[in-house]
């Protein structure tokens, strides 16, 4: 089955970029996602990629891909107070729209 | 309405009792979808409906739970007899239509305690 992976913590200083990392399994993943919780709230999707691309960039996010090792990230550049929050990747592929998520990563941003 | 809306927001629940959950998808969207989170913060997906009918329902654990969403009315999910194991976060989420090009927008979870 689908395994999505990432570390559980992150600390970044305001101002500094931040790298979230996550690996999968299931080669026949078709879109990435990267969502956000804040706490007590549900899931915000920030951005996805199509398993065709190797970059995308909206504004402070960068979502790189690399295929072959099945490895996605996550960059948030500036990093501020606001992006304190668990960042999780998710997979989804053709014929199971189901999303499978990683184990979420804890960023936490020091002043 | 314009968020997808989960009630109540806390449930607590005595071991062997029932726990029903609902969820309002966004009006003009088709597919419900049912996540539960475990305490360490992972998802697990649970079931998707295509308007009333199930469209996947691989996740559900084959006893005590169920759900629905009939016409004209929140959908519901039912855990029969619950277990602690069953403590955890039940998001909702609902998207236009089933593609990877239709966002999934979760609703703020009912957090589920069984004693």
């Known amino acids: 089955g689908e395994d999505v992976e990432q570390s559980l913590f992150l600390s970044v200083r305001e101002g500094d970029s931040s790298v979230i990392n996550c690996t999968y399994t299931d080669s026949s993943s078709t879109y990435l996602y990267w969502y956000k919780q804040e706490p007590g709230a549900g899931l915000q999707l920030l951005t996805y990629?199509?398993?065709?691309?190797d970059m995308k960039q909206d504004q402070r996010l960068t979502v790189l891909l690399n295929k072959k090792d099945k490895h996605l990230s996550l960059r948030i550049a500036d990093t501020q107070t606001g992006d304190s929050a668990i960042y999780f990747c998710a997979e989804a592929n053709f014929g199971n729209e189901k999303l499978t998520f990683g184990t979420g990563t804890r960023l936490t941003i020091i002043p | 309405g314009e968020e997808v809306a989960q009630t109540p927001k806390h449930l607590v629940r005595g071991e062997g009792q029932k726990a029903k959950l609902y969820c309002a998808p966004i009006?003009?969207?088709?597919?419900v979808f049912w996540y539960q989170q475990v305490l360490k913060n992972e998802f697990k997906f649970l079931i998707s409906?295509?308007?009333?009918?199930?469209?996947?329902e691989t996740g559900m654990p084959k006893e005590r739970f169920s759900a629905k969403c009939l016409p004209n009315s929140p959908c519901s999910l039912e855990i029969q007899a619950t277990k602690l194991e069953d403590s955890a976060v039940y998001f909702c989420a609902s998207s236009h239509a089933a593609g990877l090009f239709d966002e999934q927008f979760f609703g703020p979870g009912t957090r589920l305690t069984v004693l």
């Open positions: 009006k003009g969207h088709s597919y």
């Open positions: 409906f295509q308007n009333e009918n199930v469209f996947d």
């Open positions: 990629i199509f398993s065709n691309m």
